[in-house]
């Protein structure tokens, strides 16, 4: 059995709005060998970006997010954002080939503003 790079057990995200708690992803599990590829398809709003976007631990701060996501061994989601930030786009990285050129020019300072607003809401 080969090494797994990424492991997704039993994950769950919700989301705490005023009209009460959305599930956006339910117990996901998920093994991804190394030199392996995934593609993740299904309707709009089935929560695939949503799994992507909790993989990279950008999400918003009304989020609730259970289970574990390991990649190389190491628990992502017990990361310190500091930490997370020398994963990100160095060790692993997240494309959506829906993007144009212009989301793919403004994506960057969207995450900007959001760790911005994470880190002003701490």
């Known amino acids: 059995m080969k090494d797994n790079i990424l492991e997704i057990e039993n994950l769950h995200v919700r989301f705490n ?6 599930s956006a992803v339910n117990n996901v599990s ?15 709003g089935c929560g695939k970006s949503t ?7 950008y999400l918003a701060s009304n989020a609730e997010v259970e289970g574990a ?23 692993i990285a997240w494309y959506s080939r829906t993007h144009t050129l212009l989301s793919t020019l403004l994506l960057p300072l969207v995450f900007s503003w959001m760790k911005w607003e994470c880190t002003t809401r701490s």
């Open 17 to 22: 709005t005023f009209d009460g708690t959305f």
């Open 30 to 44: 998920l093994n991804l060998e190394y030199s392996e590829s995934i593609g993740i398809i299904g309707e709009s």
């Open 51 to 57: 799994l992507a976007f909790t993989v990279m631990r």
């Open 69 to 91: 996501i390991r990649f190389k061994g190491d628990n992502l989601l017990e990361k310190s954002e500091k930490d997370m930030e020398t994963v990100r786009g160095n060790r």
